[in-house]
């Protein structure tokens, strides 16, 4: 029964991802951003479709389960704080994207700054920060999967997930991973309140919940000094990635107006009424699955799930969760495929844009399997990682908003210097006294903006997106209409 | 499509700034609320008033704002054409 309710599922999924060829054109530009023709309620969905992925179902729990309310606050601080910089910087982006032409940041970035360096150099640290985030799917894959007690190997699993994910992409682009966002978000919610419902009916009451999970060490409080720091300066550092991410982006030039996309925002918090049903069953986790420490705290809530629910119903959460990871990672493929078709491989005409974005999600989703294989992580982990590259990309994103006599190439520089900072950060153990290591990244990045513009200053600076006519010079469009039609 | 200052001030300076505060204030605080540690308490407070910040900002300032759509029809049939 609970093998059925999971392949129930993800029948109903498939079906959804092939429904969503209804109706569809066949065009690389309906296949990569759905012929820009997506609502607010289709924006909606897909952002929160993407932005609330396995990390937050299988990740969230397991994270809280090691560092309590630590984790849970930057959590739910930077993706809270995240909206209403959404709510204005959203328009602006979707502006840029339509003046260029645009279905992702480095063709923005291409376009506004008339620089094939900069470009180029976005478009190359988005693929290589994005391979963090597929490992995340894939980690909560297995997770999800191991619930279902069928003794799978991890090999089998993820081949699993990397297959449907690739039916959708291929068969769609772009609208089977928003269609399909759909039954993933209702079934994202649903799954959390329906264990939280179990955990409150056969569990404690919140008070002994919450007082058993501080019994070892204490989960429900930030202790003052490094924890302290860190949870603040993360959440103000991943505060201002969460929007920069590629596939954020190119759901949002998908939309047919900006009025639609700042509606949009204002929504957003009122999905996060999700996490206090998900921190009950973490904190009950504590108690409930005690003993696991490193990769296995990603376990936390199917462990739970496993103890309190009957096997259909655990079917379904399993279910639930496994299309968490695998429309995400369907989106997370596509925008790399586009990355590297339209970006990085130059002079690729738009008919075989397609194919060769195909071609590169089956790359991406390979190096993603053999990652995920040979180096298991803790999910929340894998998130900041992301974060640290990512969050890079507001600095060319600020300076097309406020701009200064930076040079593109400087700008490209600075981008590349962050980025690899960060990755220093990372590999060497730095500290920084709790400090986020993605924050004195983002300094190094702002520094060679700084001697760029003091040392070798552009003539002059261009105008903001957010003036009338504010993007770029005459000279700047032509040169993005040949390369749109070479 | 520049904003107002009141706006950003209603839908993202305060909110984040009573958002940094309130962890600030409530992180390393051991009190509850319904046995719910202060500090989460505070947080799903914040979820509905952030919404209500931006409803507010989008009442007041945003709804009939200058979108400049005009000016985006104009340059991408520029572009297409």
């Known amino acids: ?486 | 499509m520049i904003p107002r200052m009141a706006s950003v001030t209603i839908a993202l300076i305060v909110p984040g700034v009573l958002l940094i505060t309130g962890i600030l204030l409530l992180g390393s605080s051991p009190a509850k609320f319904l046995g719910i540690p202060a500090v989460l308490a505070f947080m799903f407070a914040m979820f509905p008033f952030m919404s209500l910040a931006m409803w507010i900002s989008w009442r007041l300032f945003d709804k009939d704002a200058d979108y400049q759509l005009d000016d985006v029809d104009e340059q991408t049939g520029e572009m297409h054409s």
Not at chain 1, 114 to 141: H, K
Not at chain 1, 251 to 260: E, F, I, L, R, Y
């Open chain 1, 1 to 486: 029964m609970t093998i059925a309710m999971f392949v129930l599922v993800l029948l109903v999924a498939v079906g959804l991802g092939l429904y969503s060829r209804v109706g569809a054109g066949s065009s690389t530009s309906d296949f990569m951003v759905g012929g820009r023709s997506f609502g607010s309620i289709v924006i909606f969905i897909m952002v929160v479709g993407e932005v609330y992925s396995i990390g937050t179902i299988i990740g969230f729990p397991g994270g809280v389960y090691a560092d309590g309310v630590m984790y849970s606050v930057w959590f739910m601080g930077y993706i809270l704080l995240g909206y209403p910089i959404g709510y204005f910087l959203l328009p602006l982006l979707w502006k840029a994207g339509r003046k260029y032409d645009a279905v992702n940041l480095p063709d923005i970035l291409r376009g506004h700054f008339n620089s094939r360096t900069l470009e180029l150099t976005a478009a190359v640290l988005g693929v290589v920060f994005m391979v963090p985030w597929a490992q995340l799917q894939l980690t909560g894959l297995e997770v999800a999967l191991s619930g279902l007690g069928l003794g799978l190997s991890p090999l089998v699993t993820v081949l699993i997930g990397v297959g449907i994910s690739l039916v959708f992409v291929l068969l769609s682009g772009i609208r089977a991973p928003a269609y399909v966002s759909f039954l993933k978000d209702f079934a994202l919610v649903f799954v959390i309140v329906l264990v939280a419902v179990f955990v409150l009916s056969k569990g404690p009451n919140v008070a002994t919940i919450v007082a058993e999970a501080d019994l070892g060490s204490s989960h429900s409080t930030i202790p003052a000094g490094p924890p302290m720091i860190n949870t603040i300066s993360t959440l103000l550092f991943q505060t201002l990635g969460f929007y920069m991410f590629p596939f954020v982006v190119q759901a949002v030039v998908s939309g047919k107006s900006p009025v639609g996309i700042r509606r949009s925002q204002i929504a957003m918090p009122l999905y996060m009424l999700m996490y206090p049903f998900l921190l009950l069953t973490s904190f009950f986790a504590i108690s409930a699955a005690p003993g696991l420490s490193g990769a296995d705290t990603n376990l936390a809530f199917i462990e739970v799930a496993r103890q309190l629910l009957p096997d259909w119903l655990l079917g379904l959460v399993a279910g639930g969760a496994a299309l968490c990871a695998i429309v995400v990672l369907a989106a997370s493929a596509l925008v790399i495929g586009t990355l590297v078709s339209r970006n990085i491989v130059p002079h690729v005409s738009e008919a075989r844009q397609k194919p060769l974005t195909q071609a590169v999600i089956f790359v991406y989703l390979a190096i993603s399997i053999v990652l995920t294989l040979a180096a298991p992580s803790i999910m929340g982990t894998l998130i900041n990682t992301s974060y640290y590259g990512i969050t890079q990309f507001i600095v060319p994103v600020a300076l097309m908003i406020f701009p200064a006599r930076v040079r593109p190439s400087v700008i490209a520089l600075g981008l590349a210097v962050g980025s690899v900072a960060s990755i220093g950060f990372y590999v060497s153990g730095a500290t920084f006294s709790g400090v986020n290591i993605g924050v004195p990244a983002l300094a190094a990045n702002l520094l060679v903006i700084l001697i760029g513009r003091f040392v070798a200053p552009a003539p002059k600076a261009l105008r903001s997106i957010a003036l009338r006519g504010g993007t770029s010079s005459p000279d700047t469009r032509t040169t993005s209409k040949k390369v749109r039609s070479s």
